[in-house]
């Protein structure tokens, strides 16, 4: 992502029972905004977190029979 960027944001308060879902919206977004939108966030939640928080993705690990 470029930071570069400049993005205004803003927010609105709503009733929770007018809130609508964004399930609609993220079906009509690409597989790249979708990646973006979710890699922006995890940027943001590690900047959050602080410096020593790690900014990769935990490893899964399965054990399974042979």
Do not use: P
């Amino acid at each position: 992502m470029d930071n570069s960027l400049k993005r205004q944001v803003f927010c609105r308060k709503i009733n929770l029972k007018e809130q609508k879902s964004d399930f609609a919206y993220w079906q009509t977004q690409s597989y790249q905004a979708r990646l973006e939108a979710l890699e922006e966030i995890r940027h943001n939640y590690h900047q959050w977190k602080g410096h020593n928080a790690q900014s990769r993705l935990q490893r899964v690990y399965t054990i399974s029979q042979r």
